[in-house]
Structures are given as C-alpha cells and as structure tokens.
C-alpha cells in the first residue's frame, strides 16, 4: 500500500524568506512522486514530479524537491517566497503496481506568505 | 479542449436524489481519473479509466456510485440515491497515458451539496 504523510497543516512565513513543506511517503515499489499546488476556487497544478531520474527536481515558479529514499522524504523548497505562492499545496505518490496507476495524496499543507 | 472540463462547476440536490456529474478530458488523453475532496482533506480517488473500460474502480465507497466512460472520452459520475455525507468537490483528471510518472490534468471540479 502507499501512503503520504504532510507533515505540517499549516506553513505561515514571510514574503522573501525560505520556504519548506514536509513530505514522507510509504510505498511497496519504486515510487513517482509529484508536488501539486491548488489555488483557491482554481484547480490542481502540477509544481514538479520524481520518476526515479534525478534525486533533486526543479518546478515551477522556484520551487525544488529532493527525493530521499533512506529517509523516505520528498519535501518541497524555495529560496524565497512570494504573496502569490500562498496556497495549499499537496504532496502525492503513485506506486508501479500492475494495472492500477492511482494518486494518492497527503491531506495538504496550506501554505501562508506574510507581506 | 484546453483542459479538462467538469459540468455543473456546483449542484445542490436533496437527499436521496440521484446526480450525474460529467467530465471532459483533454483531447486524446486515454487515461481519466474521477477523485472526491472533502473539506480540509486531500483528494481521495475513486475510479481510473483506461479507454472505455474501469481498471480501477477500488475506490468507489459503495454501489450508489457508478462511473461510465462509453466512448473512451467523456465521463460520468453517477451518485444513487444522494447522502449528505457525499457532499464534496468531485475532481477529474486526464492524462496522456497511463504509468506513474504520467502528469494528471485536473478539471476545477463539481461542488456537490446534499440538502
């Protein structure tokens, strides 16, 4: 089975300060990873994906994620946030098991830019 | 079209009545995904198509939900006999073809309120 756990519920920092969002996965195979980011009233966006190439994975919009499997951890960074990076963002994991190609998502991180 | 399309954007109804809830997906993408969000939680996934076919429908709660892809394209939803605690945003997803690495498009989904 796969599972992902968001470390934190809510992130507040502020504008032009680093920021991090924790993600640990759990899964039975090699694992893809993704990072989504969801506007309010707007729909999923993609921020950047894993698919067992490069540890360290550039986004959009600044943002990176490094795959670390001994820590079973994939969380998302920026150098310096931006008002418009306030969102909730949602760490997901889907596994190679046959015929089934299903997402699983973390229960999301909202995350707060203070000007 | 430009992306994936999900109709009505919101739909209220009484308990007990039946609700169909309709996806789009993105021209040529084979693989569609329906997902149900509750308030203040990730997605959670409810069935994944393969062309016309269901390969996954393990996460359907129960049999007053049904899904059907005909013609490989257009989706539907179907929800028997409405319950409030199926109130929710229902999401669709495409993507170009199936694996785990493959970028899913979500629509901005269907708010369902059961009165």
């Known amino acids: 089975a796969q599972s992902v756990t968001q470390l934190d519920s809510h992130v507040s920092v502020s504008e032009g300060t680093p920021v991090l969002l924790r993600c640990n996965y759990s899964s039975s195979y090699s694992p893809s990873l993704f990072w989504y980011v969801q506007h309010p009233n707007k729909g999923l966006q993609l921020l950047l994906k894993?698919?067992?190439?490069?540890?360290l994975v550039k986004g959009i919009n600044g943002f990176e994620a490094e795959f670390k499997k001994s820590e079973t951890s994939f969380h998302l960074t920026k150098p310096s946030a931006h008002m418009s990076d306030a969102a909730e963002y949602f760490c997901v994991v889907s596994d190679r098991r046959a015929g089934s190609y299903q997402l699983t998502f973390g229960k999301g991180t909202k995350l707060s830019v203070i000007p | 079209g430009a992306g994936v399309s999900q109709t009505p954007s919101n739909k209220v109804t009484e308990k007990g009545k039946y609700v169909e809830l309709r996806c789009d997906p993105i021209?040529?993408?084979?693989?569609l995904y329906w997902y149900r969000q509750s308030l203040g939680q990730g997605p959670e996934f409810l069935i994944y198509?393969?062309?016309?076919?269901?390969?996954?429908d393990s996460g359907l709660p129960n049999d007053r939900f049904f899904a059907v892809r005909p013609e490989g394209s257009v989706s539907t939803l179907k929800i028997q006999r409405t319950e409030r605690g199926d109130s929710a945003v229902y999401l669709c997803?495409?993507?170009?073809?199936?694996?785990?690495?493959?970028?899913?498009?979500f629509g901005q989904g269907t708010r369902l309120t059961v009165v």
């Open positions: 894993y698919t067992s190439a490069a540890t």
């Open positions: 997803a495409s993507s170009r073809d199936r694996g785990p690495g493959t970028e899913a498009f």
């Open positions: 021209s040529g993408h084979t693989a």
């Open positions: 198509f393969q062309g016309t076919g269901a390969a996954d």
